[in-house]
């Protein structure tokens, strides 16, 4: 158990207060509603609970059962065993925000090579500690455009090719806010360029995604180029995995770079903990929201760090802050920068390619059967779209009893979509499993 | 020497990790979309594992001592809960799943929507927002769209006590609403005089800590909530204080509208170095149709008879503010809180309280002789006393608190809330034994000595650990926020 208080250690605390009873201290609360009767399970010991998760965990059919190929903004990768090793270690697990800076340089350290990673990463100069996920960095980028023109530039573009959730998110965000976000009522097949005659003198921020949601790889720098011709910000939601060996949206020329950062040995636990990745140009940095570390020297003169910038934060600014975040996602930055530094260089290249080329070998196969079709003009990364001749639920539902969890189905999210499945394939999908897909959708096919 | 950075570390040419090679035909790669360089580091395992474990070394933890963090409610964080979260059945699962492939995964969410309902006495739990400042942001998203929904859109107003936590006013602000606030009376309570001059049409609503940041419970909280309501506005709970009220009172029977819980503080999932939090919110029944979407539903009702559970599926409140971030929420968090809720069961979770009231009390008491208790009665889970001495006027709380880590302790939060001059907040939490509390009043008492006898010590403090006091105004002088490009590869 995780209480300690003996009966007679209760007591003689007790004496010290001056109370008799541990009731005694409760008598500022309403005597009407004090102690409620909880309607609440009984207490079970750890051996019991755990038979109860377990069979919990066991009425679900994880991507360990199944073979997995879908995706859509979660995925599903190999996790080094050294990362989860680090994230147990109770130092890290069981500390707060490094406010303390003589007793949390373990902490401070590990964002600080976090943030150099990002930034190494993205191409870009600066990131901050983290935000909650890829929805809510989609959602700050537009804070900081907003704030850096200092409210006089109301117009946001959207591309409809950014992930449903970032938008429903950012529409969330920004409701009732003096913001014009447009941009979603595009035409999904075109590319990037169909986005710049929407761009004028009131556009604060372009934001598009890098491969977009239907896995398309596009060269932003034309898009870049003509927003800040107009004096426009872009920022580009990534998925990092891909840049190790896509070009960088620094590359490009872009403003700000965020992006789910959940394919760097984060497990995929249903939706979440994820890791929201923020990077920016220097210039802008004291408009970004979010935690950030920074180098100094301590009084014995050695190298050390710190939280910094923090007059931008809600503690101390309240109701004039950028945000009002107050956390980062501590501990799913630290497991990135795990996963990070033991692929490195060579490694996260490695995997980046694995992917885009068992995705290529999955898409020619799967166009070859009769009345599947590649809906993809552009280049594309591991995920990719492909029209089928019945209803995307039916084809998973007959995919599932062959084990297989098949791909994202569009049309939830865009009506025009309609038997549109978005098919995912990594590191993790054998040959062997994308012949089994492609064997299966053959049946169909052939029905 | 301290453990250097990654970049100090990285050997040209090491590799740390390999994958399979590619088991299909290679594709042509475009030329004009690949980037030449990877700047990232080049290691191999152990270097990692012994860089990590050595930076893990330089923190205080919950793991390795006291952490009485006022605000923060650092109890110990069972390792059952780590263990549950990742059990594959869990860790592994897709969020965009088919429902009937993650029914065990929704039924756990369920059951801790109704728990979370049955604790705070709500009709409504959302569980998607990821930290207790999106729970906040959440909640006044729900009171504008109330208002919206009612034709009310004057009322844009939130009341903030000055004792509130600077995620309030900020939250407020980033709503679009326009922050007052409100001052304390002078036994901590919401000023009754001060509220009744804001009651009018264009108020939205009061962001309530309640028990409060001094600790302590409101006097008058059903009067505070009744002059709200009958102006027209909505009361918001922050629920940061939540590790004082289980089994002791429902928030929602007080009539709170609102409220935001902390996983990561009431309900023991570790804080992981400043996240991922979890900040689930639960609502009375005039906001529910307002909830994020998705919430866990029973889509069809299960047969005990037959041994047949209820079908769960994920649904759209009909007037939802929308979604506030992607896929479910911090389903991995839910797990740990869900495990721990069943550890204690509603006997034990009153305790929970019962305890982190007792042990705040008792430091109370051991530290009063000693320090300035400004607002001085009996207090909930943490208290606030005053970190100075009108005859030791060069100590500040800092110094106390520096010199606490001499001695083995993590500092109490300083300088918050900003109502009391150089505080001090303490929160021991339920988990901590009276042998810790009795050793951590010794220090402080033996520093409150020092801070008369021998102030260089304070001064000078912290000496023992692996960094001294650092120059912040050089840190935000001269920017240095990563190490060079390209340093992994030199």
Request: charged share 20%; net charge negative; proline share 6%.
């Amino acid at each position: 158990m995780y209480l300690p208080h003996t009966d007679a250690e209760r007591k003689a605390m007790l004496a010290t207060i001056g109370a008799e009873r541990l009731e005694d201290l409760f008598q500022d609360v309403p005597a009407k509603y004090r102690f409620p009767e909880l309607n609440l399970p009984q207490a079970l010991t750890e051996m019991e609970a755990m038979g109860e998760l377990q069979d919990l965990a066991w009425a679900n059919e994880s991507t360990h059962d199944l073979i997995c190929f879908l995706g859509a903004g979660a995925y599903n990768h190999y996790i080094p065993a050294a990362v989860d090793a680090i994230l147990r270690r109770g130092e890290f697990l069981t500390a707060y925000t490094p406010y303390q800076p003589e007793i949390s340089q373990g902490t401070l350290r590990a964002i600080f090579d976090y943030q150099s990673l990002i930034t190494s990463l993205t191409g870009m100069d600066v990131s901050n500690a983290s935000h909650y996920d890829g929805a809510t960095a989609a959602a700050e980028a537009i804070s900081l455009a907003y704030a850096n023109f200092r409210g006089k530039r109301t117009k946001v573009i959207l591309s409809p090719n950014l992930h449903p959730h970032y938008r429903q998110t950012i529409h969330t965000y920004n409701h009732g806010s003096p913001l014009e976000i447009t941009g979603e009522q595009l035409d999904i097949s075109a590319g990037p360029e169909a986005l710049i005659p929407m761009i004028d003198e009131n556009t604060a921020l372009v934001i598009v995604q890098y491969p977009d949601f239907f896995g398309r790889i596009y060269d932003y720098t034309a898009l870049v180029e003509a927003a800040h011709a107009m004096g426009a910000l872009v920022s580009i939601a990534v998925n990092p995995l891909a840049l190790g060996m896509l070009k960088t949206p620094g590359e490009f020329g872009a403003d700000i770079v965020t992006g789910e950062g959940q394919p760097l040995g984060i497990p995929l636990s249903f939706g979440g903990p994820y890791l929201g990745i923020f990077a920016t140009r220097l210039e802008y940095v004291r408009k970004m929201a979010g935690r950030l570390v920074g180098e100094t020297v301590d009084n014995r003169g050695q190298r050390a760090y710190v939280l910094t910038l923090t007059a931008r934060e809600q503690h101390i600014r309240r109701e004039k802050a950028t945000s009002n975040i107050c956390t980062n996602q501590g501990l799913i930055a630290l497991a990135s920068a795990v996963y990070l530094s033991l692929l490195g260089k060579y490694g996260l290249r490695q995997v980046s390619e694995i992917c885009y080329h068992k995705a290529h070998y999955a898409a020619q196969q799967i166009t070859k059967l009769k009345g599947f079709e590649l809906w993809n003009q552009a280049p594309f990364y591991h995920e990719f779209v492909v029209r089928c001749p019945e209803t995307v639920k039916d084809i998973n539902a007959y995919l599932l009893e062959y084990g297989i969890l098949g791909g994202y189905d569009l049309g939830q999210a865009y009506p025009q979509l309609e038997n549109h499945m978005l098919l995912t394939v990594t590191e993790m999908n054998s040959r062997e499993e994308i012949d089994l897909l492609v064997e299966t959708l053959a049946e169909v096919s052939n029905a | 020497m301290l453990e250097p950075l990654l970049c100090d570390l990285s050997v040209p040419g090491r590799v740390g990790f390999r994958f399979p090679e590619p088991d299909v035909p290679l594709a042509e790669i475009p030329e004009n979309l690949v980037r030449q360089n990877l700047p990232l580091p080049e290691l191999y395992e152990v270097d990692v594992v012994r860089h990590f474990t050595r930076l893990s070394q330089l923190n205080h933890s919950i793991d390795t001592g006291f952490y009485p963090l006022g605000s923060c409610t650092m109890k110990y964080n069972p390792k059952l809960n780590e263990e549950t979260a990742r059990l594959p059945g869990f860790a592994h699962l897709h969020p965009m799943q088919p429902i009937e492939t993650v029914q065990g995964s929704l039924a756990l969410m369920y059951e801790l929507q109704e728990w979370l309902k049955e604790i705070g006495g709500f009709a409504g739990v959302t569980l998607q927002p990821a930290a207790g400042a999106q729970g906040e942001l959440t909640g006044i998203l729900l009171i504008r769209a109330y208002f919206e929904a009612r034709g009310e859109t004057q009322r844009v107003k939130i009341l903030v006590p000055d004792s509130a936590h600077g995620t309030n006013p900020a939250t407020s602000a980033m709503s679009g609403m326009h922050v007052i606030e409100l001052k304390s009376d002078d036994r901590g309570n919401v000023d009754l005089q001060a509220l009744k001059a804001e009651c009018d049409e264009t108020l939205a609503g009061l962001m309530l800590t309640n028990p409060n940041t001094l600790g302590l419970f409101d006097e008058n909280v059903e009067e505070v909530i009744r002059m709200v309501h009958e102006a027209g506005g909505l009361v918001y709970g922050d629920g940061a204080n939540m590790n004082a009220l289980l089994g002791i009172v429902r928030p929602g029977d007080l009539g709170f509208d609102v409220l935001h819980y902390n996983l990561h503080k009431t309900f023991s999932t570790p804080h992981g170095g400043g996240g991922p939090g979890s900040g689930p919110v639960g609502v009375a029944a005039h906001l529910v149709d307002f909830l994020p979407a998705p919430v866990v539903t029973i889509l069809e009702a299960g047969d005990e008879g037959m041994e047949l559970p209820p079908l769960y599926g994920l649904e759209s409140p009909p007037k939802s503010i929308g979604r506030v971030k992607s896929f479910h929420g911090h389903f991995g968090m839910m797990v740990r809180a869900y495990t721990y809720m069943r550890v204690y069961g509603k006997e034990g979770l009153r305790k929970v309280s019962e305890y982190a009231v007792l042990n705040a009390n008792y430091l109370l008491a051991r530290l009063r002789a000693h320090y300035h208790v400004p607002y001085d009665r009996v207090c909930m889970h943490e208290f606030v006393a005053e970190g100075r001495w009108p005859d030791a006027p060069d100590i500040h709380a800092l110094d106390i608190s520096k010199r606490l880590m001499d001695y083995g302790f993590h500092p109490p939060t300083n300088y918050f809330p900003l109502i009391v001059h150089e505080s001090l907040m303490i929160e021991p939490t339920e988990t901590e034994s009276k042998q810790v509390l009795d050793e951590f009043a010794e220090a402080m008492i033996k520093i409150a000595s020092e801070a008369h006898s021998e102030p260089e010590l304070l001064k000078n403090a912290p000496q023992i650990t692996p960094v001294g006091r650092l120059d912040e105004v050089k840190a935000a002088k001269e920017l240095v926020l990563c190490c060079a490009v390209g340093a992994y590869n030199r």
